[in-house]
């Protein structure tokens, strides 16, 4: 069974530009959230997508966003990219019911803004 | 609002060695508790959880951890340590909708 398989796994991007990260869940999870990991602030929720719809969102301004497509891979966007975005970005997916934490990670994909 | 401590950022142990990460939650219901591990480079792996029934709970690899609700902690052991449990380990907590609070981590390095 294929895990959670996210892309690109590394990324250079320069400040200003935009860019899309990639989530393909474990097949049958309808369930995707996404985290940033970064030194200074540890691991934090950005938004969690169920059957193509947000269910829920960090606390992240709105040059973040995310969508879920219908075979509930997920992208992530982040426009006008800022130093500070570089992080490890993880994706996790669910069979999403409410309360079900079930998740698995995938193996990040680490973005550096220069 | 919901918050994970995690008051040891480093800790260093001698292989074979027992172990305790401490983890101290704040959440206003009955929490739903994890602890996750992660190798440099590499995404979260779940070693254990707690929804709900014994407040001693098996996780994977010989970790264990015990739910304290008057304690709010929810302390990660294993009897023994390997040199291949040299590892960062995050505590989290669910916080409602499927989102997770994450602890800021211990970085555990166990030498030989």
């Known amino acids: 069974k294929a895990g959670v398989t996210q892309t690109p796994r590394y990324l250079i991007k320069t400040r200003g530009q935009q860019v899309t990260l990639s989530c393909s869940p474990i097949?049958?999870?309808?369930?995707v959230s996404w985290y940033q990991q970064t030194p200074g602030q540890g691991l934090q929720f950005l938004f969690e997508y169920f059957s193509e719809t947000q269910r829920n969102k960090g606390n992240f301004p709105g040059r973040f966003s995310g969508r879920q497509f219908s075979n509930s891979r997920s992208e992530m966007n982040v426009s006008t990219l800022e130093l500070g975005d570089s992080a490890l970005y993880l994706c996790a997916s669910s069979s999403g019911g409410t309360g079900d934490y079930g998740y698995t990670f995938g193996s990040g994909t680490r973005l550096t803004v220069v | 609002a919901q918050s994970v401590t995690q008051p040891d950022i480093h800790i260093t142990v001698s292989e074979g060695a027992s172990l305790e990460l401490r983890c101290n939650y704040s959440?206003?219901?009955?929490?739903?508790l994890f602890w996750y591990v992660q190798s440099p480079g590499q995404g979260l792996q779940l070693l254990l959880k707690?929804?709900?029934?014994?407040?001693l709970v098996k996780g994977i690899n010989g970790f264990e951890a015990e739910f304290n609700k008057s304690q709010t902690s929810f302390h990660l052991r294993k009897p023994s340590v390997h040199i291949s449990d040299t590892a960062e380990y995050f505590c989290a907590v669910g916080a409602g909708g499927n989102k997770l609070v994450f602890g800021a981590g211990t970085i555990l390095r166990v030498k030989s």
């Open positions: 707690y929804l709900s029934g014994s407040t």
């Open positions: 959440y206003g219901a009955t929490p739903y």
């Open positions: 097949s049958g999870h309808r369930s």
